[in-house]
């Protein structure tokens, strides 16, 4: 059951990121400019984060196997929409649908990993799951590459969204809510009752101090990946494309080898999750400041630094969603979810637009020819971001300990965050 909902967020993540590596190629079927070509990265970024808090809901009322069902039917016709669209507009919207579909998978998976697996493992299964997604994107930049040269655009798209069929075969076959039953069903709710499961969920401060855990670890990764990673090395630290290009890679590499770590240790250790992530934190912006206050260009060895550091932010903002599953009834477990799932995007789409107003704002009248101080500003606004989250994650902390230790103390319980 966890395989087949895994390959479904696996390749929900190769349609997120199979754009990457065809950037230029859309810019020439769709005659765009570089603004362009950039918004449908930053639409389907605001679409995934949009969607978090909906999907959340319909999944406490639907459950995860017919929610998962719409996402693989949504991305498939996203992704083939892509294919054949021939205008900016239509390809606009077809990625649309991809954010749509995607926005859908993730929580669902989670969702399903805390109904089927035991409550010791669902840390470990949580970072694996997570960890395992980076497949994805792994997948959509060689084969994608070679699709595209070889098979050309159409073909290579419309190729990419037939495994949706095959997915959705799978998932009806083997995919149950429970192992009890087919299909969960929550009880209807009319627009005040969803309003209040909202309100109740974000009320509990375990889902704001998951909430703000995902705000500020995986936003870094975001930010050199997705768009400024490339430039801010070429041109800023001064290493050579095929270096920069490898450094962008090594991110994924540790998200995939940091996540059973964390898994474990989060699993062993459940009272210092939110401890994990202070020092992953402190660890991502003491390697930052290394390399932006390195007179010159940083050593190798301090970019690599960064990029181990930055890697591990990704795996980290899993304990943000391993709090609301310890903090929540199960009937508010994938709203609770949707909520925290936002905060990560929401700062990702902050950070990306900060650096480059900041880019903008210091190199007036240059299209990219930024210079390495306008880079060190541009990049430093990271740290507000980091401050924010991490006094709030130190502030919520300690109302959660002090909730647990007040309901230990008059249930006689031993459950701990």
Same mark, same amino acid.
């Given at each position: 059951?966890?395989?087949?909902?895994?390959?479904?967020?696996?390749v929900?993540?190769?349609?997120?990121?199979?754009l990457?590596?065809?950037?230029?190629?859309?810019?020439?079927?769709?005659?765009?400019?570089?603004?362009?070509?950039?918004?449908?990265?930053?639409l389907?970024?605001?679409?995934?984060?949009?969607?978090?808090i909906?999907?959340?809901?319909?999944?406490?009322?639907?459950?995860?196997?017919?929610?998962?069902?719409?996402?693989?039917i949504? &991305?498939?016709?996203?992704?083939?929409?892509?294919?054949?669209?021939?205008?900016?507009?239509?390809?606009?919207a077809?990625?649309?649908?991809?954010?749509?579909? !995607?926005?859908?998978?993730?929580?669902?998976?989670?969702?399903?990993?805390?109904?089927?697996? !035991?409550?010791?493992?669902?840390?470990?299964?949580?970072?694996?799951?997570?960890? $395992?997604?980076?497949?994805?994107?792994?997948?959509?930049?060689?084969?994608?590459?070679?699709?595209l040269?070889? /098979?050309? #655009?159409?073909?290579?798209?419309?190729?990419?969204?037939?495994?949706g069929?095959?997915? @959705?075969?799978a998932?009806?076959?083997?995919?149950?809510? $429970?192992?009890?039953?087919?299909h969960?069903?929550?009880?209807?709710?009319?627009?005040?009752?969803?309003?209040?499961?909202?309100?109740a969920? #974000?009320?509990?401060?375990?889902?704001?101090?998951?909430?703000?855990?995902?705000?500020?670890?995986?936003?870094?990764?975001?930010?050199? &990946?997705?768009? #400024?990673?490339?430039?801010?090395?070429?041109?800023?630290e001064?290493?050579?494309?095929?270096?920069?290009?490898? /450094?962008? $890679?090594?991110?994924?590499?540790i998200?995939?080898?940091?996540g059973?770590?964390?898994?474990?240790?989060?699993?062993?250790?459940?009272?210092?999750?939110?401890?994990?992530?202070?020092?992953?934190?402190v660890?991502?912006?003491?390697?930052?400041?290394?390399?932006l206050? #390195?007179?010159g260009?940083?050593?190798?060895?301090?970019?690599?630094?960064?990029?181990?550091?930055?890697?591990?932010?990704?795996p980290?903002?899993?304990?943000?969603?391993?709090?609301a599953?310890?903090?929540?009834?199960?009937?508010?477990?994938a709203?609770?979810?949707g909520?925290?799932?936002?905060?990560?995007?929401?700062?990702?789409?902050?950070?990306?637009?900060?650096?480059?107003?900041v880019?903008?704002?210091?190199?007036p009248g240059?299209?990219?020819?930024?210079?390495?101080?306008?880079?060190?500003?541009?990049?430093?606004?990271?740290? &507000?971001?980091?401050?924010?989250?991490?006094?709030?994650?130190?502030?919520?902390?300690?109302?959660v300990?002090?909730?647990?230790?007040? !309901?230990?103390?008059?249930?006689?319980?031993?459950?701990? @965050?």
């Amino acid at each position: 059951m966890w395989g087949v909902a895994l390959a479904i967020y696996v390749v929900a993540v190769f349609h997120r990121t199979s754009l990457a590596v065809a950037g230029l190629a859309a810019t020439e079927r769709f005659d765009l400019t570089a603004s362009q070509l950039g918004t449908f990265t930053m639409l389907q970024l605001l679409v995934y984060a949009a969607m978090q808090i909906p999907v959340g809901l319909l999944i406490d009322r639907l459950g995860p196997r017919t929610v998962l069902t719409a996402s693989v039917i949504t &991305v498939s016709l996203g992704q083939a929409g892509f294919a054949l669209a021939e205008s900016y507009p239509a390809a606009l919207a077809a990625r649309a649908l991809v954010g749509m579909g !995607d926005a859908m998978t993730f929580i669902c998976v989670l969702r399903l990993v805390s109904t089927w697996f !035991d409550q010791r493992r669902i840390p470990l299964i949580t970072q694996l799951t997570g960890s $395992s997604g980076q497949i994805g994107a792994i997948a959509a930049a060689v084969p994608m590459t070679w699709a595209l040269t070889e /098979l050309g #655009w159409t073909t290579s798209y419309l190729v990419a969204a037939a495994i949706g069929p095959v997915l @959705l075969a799978a998932l009806l076959l083997v995919v149950h809510d $429970s192992p009890a039953r087919r299909h969960e069903r929550g009880h209807p709710m009319s627009r005040l009752q969803l309003v209040g499961s909202l309100r109740a969920s #974000w009320s509990q401060p375990g889902t704001r101090l998951g909430f703000w855990v995902h705000f500020a670890t995986p936003f870094s990764a975001h930010v050199l &990946v997705l768009l #400024w990673g490339f430039p801010f090395l070429v041109v800023s630290e001064g290493v050579s494309e095929t270096t920069a290009g490898a /450094l962008l $890679s090594l991110i994924i590499v540790i998200v995939v080898l940091a996540g059973p770590v964390l898994g474990w240790l989060v699993g062993n250790h459940p009272w210092h999750r939110s401890t994990v992530a202070l020092a992953t934190i402190v660890a991502m912006a003491a390697t930052w400041a290394l390399v932006l206050a #390195w007179p010159g260009d940083a050593p190798l060895w301090a970019l690599v630094l960064m990029i181990v550091a930055v890697g591990c932010g990704g795996p980290a903002s899993m304990i943000g969603f391993d709090v609301a599953r310890t903090s929540n009834p199960p009937a508010r477990l994938a709203s609770a979810t949707g909520i925290i799932n936002v905060a990560g995007f929401f700062a990702a789409v902050v950070a990306v637009f900060s650096v480059g107003a900041v880019l903008d704002l210091m190199t007036p009248g240059s299209s990219s020819d930024y210079p390495d101080s306008a880079w060190r500003v541009a990049m430093g606004v990271q740290f &507000v971001l980091w401050g924010v989250g991490a006094l709030q994650i130190w502030r919520y902390r300690r109302i959660v300990r002090q909730t647990i230790g007040r !309901d230990a103390v008059e249930s006689g319980s031993t459950m701990v @965050l």
